[in-house]
């Protein structure tokens, strides 16, 4: 195997990490998450409050993104700051939301 063959090959575990954190970004609420996140970095409360759902609910659902290595936080006093955790994932998002928007999977 050359080492581009090696480089190109996915591990088991790749693969498993890769399809848990898709699962993760499949869900309606984290997806929205996603969506509203964008490249800012926002509080718990006011995701909260801009997707509509409770503050316990919404940090459940940001835990799992963030076990998931798809978001990072930062606490300041006693606030939660979340955001994408990086360009490669901002731009991954973007692809998917532009290919899988309703208008995109009609048929020609």
Known sequence: ???EEKQQAVTSE????????????????????LCALGDKEITVGELAKQIG???????????????????????????MYYRVRNEALLELIGSMR?????????ES
């Open 14 to 33: 790749d693969a498993v990490l890769t399809a848990d954190a898709l699962k993760a970004m499949g869900h309606p609420l984290r997806w929205r998450i």
């Open 53 to 79: 759902t409770t503050q316990s609910n919404m940090s459940q659902h940001l835990d799992q993104l963030r076990s998931k290595r798809i978001l990072v936080s930062r606490k300041e006093a006693n606030r």
């Open 98 to 106: 532009s290919v899988l928007c309703e208008t995109n999977l009609k």
């Open 1 to 3: 195997m050359t080492d």
